[in-house]
C-alpha cells in the first residue's frame, strides 16, 4: 500500500483537476455507477466524534473510505479541527492500493464543489466575490469561484477583522491578481457582491437579506448542524433556484434549510441536486434572480478528489 | 502516518500476545468501554463485497477500522480471498497514527479467540486434537489451541487429503512437537478428539454427531453465512454449555445454530458470550460434557490484536 503525505497531494493536485474530477463522478452519479452507504458515527466523548464514509465507484473501479475525526476543542491544542485519512481500494482484485492524507482533499473538493455549482448559477458577468468568514474552508472555496468567473473584486468579510487581512495577505501570496478590500461592516460586503461566498459556524445569519441584490448567486457551506444557521430564511424564500450538494444529507445538518421548511418558505421538493443541475436542463433563467447554492458534503465528492489525486500520482 | 506490512507485524506479534489483548478487550467490553457501530457491508457486484468495521477503545484511548474485501472467487486468480488493511486513530488527539495490513491479524486475533474459549472449555487434560478443514483459517486456530492445552497428537482431516499432507508439513516447519496423522476418514478423527477443530465453507455438517465422544470440546469458525453447516444440529441439542464470540453476530451468520434454534432444540438466550465466559463464573461443570465454542468475529476483536500490534511495534 502506498502512503500520500499532505504535501505531496498538495504540490500535485489542483482545483482545476478537482472540478473536472467532481464533475465526471456527479455524471457517475446520475448513471446509478456510484454506491454509498449511511456514514457512520461513533461519539468518543467530550462532543469529539470519528465519522467513516465508504463510497464505490463501479465506473472507475475503485473503492474509498474517508475516515475523519471532528475535535472541536482541538483548537485550543493548536491542532486542526478535523483530521481525515483516505483508504482506496481495487475492485478488480480487492486490493488496498493507497493511504491519502485528505484535509487538504477535503477542503478542496468543497472548493470544486462550489465552483461547479457558481458556473451554473452565478451570472456570467459576475466580478465581485464576497466573502462571509474568512476560516478554515474559506480559501478553497474562494479558489473554486475564481476558477469559473473573472473575478476583479474580492471583499473580505470576518467578525475578527484580523483575520480577513491575513485572509487578504495570504491570497496575495498566492498571486491572485484581484482587488481585494477587508471591509468591517457586512451590509457593504453583501451590497457589492455578485457571488456572496459563506463558510461560518454562525447561529446566526451572517448577512442581511435586505442588503442582498438582484442577481447576486450565494454560496454557503458553514451550517452543517441544524442548530446553524448562516443564509437567511428571507433570502431562501425569495430564491429562484436552490441548489444542495446532496439533499438527503442538506435534510439532516443544513440548518436554515430545516428552519425554512418548518415555516413553509422552502420545500425539500423543489430543491435541485448538483448532479441534476450538471445534467444539463435547469439553469440560471433571469440575470435578477437569487440563487443559492448550499453545500454539506458527501462520501461520493471525497471518493472523487481522492481517486483523482492517487490516479495523478500513480 | 505510520505503514505496517504483515511481514513486520507477522515478525513482532504472535499468539501469546493476541491471546493477552484480546483477553484484555473482552474485560473492557464487559465493562462497557468499548464502542462499536454496525459494520458496513457494499457489494460491489460477482459477490464481491467491502466490510467496513469500525470500533472504538475508550479505555485504551484509540479507535481502529477495519477495512476488508471479501472477493469469492479471487483464488482463480490466484489472489486471496480476503484481504485487509486497518486504520488505528488516536482518541486524545483526533490524529490517525498507522495503517496495518491486517490478514495475518485476522487469522491470528480467531485464533487466539479459539485459544481463549479452549482455554475456559476444554477439559484440561484434552491432549488430541482433531482437525477438519485444512484451509485458511485452520494453522492459526490451531495455534490457539497449542497455546492453551498439552496437545500430543494432531489428526488431520481434509476432503482433499493432499491439502491436509502440506498442513501438516507446515506445521513441523513451525516447529510443533504433537504428532501429526492425516486421516482420510472423518469418524476416525471425531472419535479419537478431545478438541474439534472445524474451519471449513461446509453446506453440510463437516462429522457424524455418534462419533463425537463425551467430553468433547468444540470449535467452530467456518459457517459465516446462514446458509452453511459445520457442526451437527444434533450435538448443538446435546452441548452442555455453548458459547458464542458475538451473540448478535451468531444470529445473523452462523448458519447452524440458525436453524437448531428455528428446530427448537436451541435458544440464543442461553448461550454465553465469550466476554461472559472470562468473567468467570460460568464453567466446564462435569468432565463428560460435550462444549461448543462458535466464532463469527467482531469488530472489536479486531481491534484487540491491532491496537495491540501497533504498540507493540511503536
Redesign the interface.
Known sequence: ?K?FTEDAIMNTYHMTHAIKDVKNTLVSLGNEEI????R??????SS?T?L?M?C?D?KEGY?L?K?I???PE?PQ?E?PT????S?I?E?K????LA?L?SSYLTRLRTGAITGIATDYLAREDAEVLGVIGTGAMAFEQLLGVLEVRNIKKILLYNRTAQKATQFAARLRERGVKADIEVLEDVDSVTKQSDIINCATKSETAVFNHQAVRDGTHINGLGSYLPSMREITIDTIATADLIVLDDIEGARHEAGEFIEAESRAVFDWKTAIALYELIAGSIKRERAESITIFKSVGASYYDLAVGIGAFKQMS
Open positions: 500500500m502512503w454506491k454509498t452507504d449511511e457512520t458515527v461513533i461519539e468518543t466523548g469529539n470519528m467513516y465508504p464505490v463501479l473503492s473510505i475516515i475525526s471532528i475535535f482541538n491544542a491542532l478535523s483530521q481525515a485519512v483508504i481500494s475492485l482484485t480487492g486490493r488496498h493511504a492524507s
